[in-house]
Each structure stands twice: as structure tokens, then as C-alpha cells.
């Protein structure tokens, strides 16, 4: 018999699919798939998959332009691989790996936790997680 107010434990399985990632330069659907034991997630739609008139590179596919990498600037952000080496820790967290922002340029280390309403909250952050920043991601059907 379950009690009233208990939610069940998840499997780490429980983010795999598709995202909405919302961003004020244009949201994007990330794909969370499996390779081993390690969760890693894709952009697989871009809002604006193009650059803005205002970019100098205007009306081409975006690419990852302010990647501190001169070698990687031009490789393209639709199918970037940006989450990565995430690992199911228990309790709906995932830990240990690392998140890029395509739109920063920067790498950051990564936790995400699945919300009993269903809500991915994924915290990037340099250092110590307080040092951070949250986005809430939702699923796409």
C-alpha cells in the first residue's frame, strides 16, 4: 500500500528524450540520450537556426562562433553535443558531468534534478554549485 503524498523513485532513465530549453537568444530542444552508464544531451532544434542581420554572419546556420577554441568556431550548433558525462546519483539527481553554452562559449559543470512536476531544473556552474545559474527545462511531446 503507498501512502498518501509518496512519490515513487525514478530511474535514471526518467530524462531521456527531448527538452525545451527556453533562452532569451532563442530557445532549443535538446535531446538527453544514454552511451554506457553516462547521460549526454544534443541540440536537435533551434528556434533561430540561423544568425540574426545584425550577426556577420547573417542568414547562415548558427555555428559556435565565440568558442574560445579558434579550431571549433565554425562547427555547427544543431547536433552539438552539449550535455555531458551526466550520471544518475539517486533521488532524481544527476551529477558529475558538464554543460556547454553555445551562446557564452563556456563550459560549465552541471547537476540537474527532476522535479516531481515533471520539470528538469539544470544548474550550470563554475567551481561550487551556489556559484551558479538555473534554467528549468521542460519535456517535449
Not at 533562452?23 to 528556434?47: N, P, Q, T
Not at 533561430?48 to 574560445?68: C, I, M, Y
Amino acid at each position: 500500500m503507498m501512502l498518501p503524498g509518496t512519490i515513487l523513485a525514478a530511474s535514471g532513465d526518467d530524462i531521456l528524450g527531448k527538452w525545451l530549453s527556453p533562452s532569451d537568444v532563442g530557445s532549443a530542444h535538446i535531446e538527453i540520450f544514454k552511451e554506457g552508464s553516462k547521460y549526454r544531451g544534443k541540440i536537435v532544434w533551434l528556434e533561430r537556426p540561423v544568425f540574426s542581420e545584425k550577426h556577420q554572419l547573417a542568414g547562415k546556420p548558427k555555428t559556435d562562433w565565440r568558442n574560445s577554441d579558434p579550431n571549433l568556431r565554425s562547427r555547427p550548433v544543431m547536433g552539438l553535443v552539449m550535455l555531458d558525462g551526466m550520471e544518475y546519483a539517486g533521488g532524481n539527481e544527476w551529477k558529475g558531468g558538464t554543460i556547454y553554452a553555445p551562446d557564452k562559449g563556456k563550459t560549465y559543470k552541471c547537476q540537474l534534478k527532476l522535479g516531481a512536476d515533471g520539470v528538469l531544473h539544470v544548474r550550470g556552474f563554475i567551481g561550487f554549485s551556489m556559484f551558479g545559474e538555473n534554467r528549468d527545462w521542460t519535456r517535449v511531446k
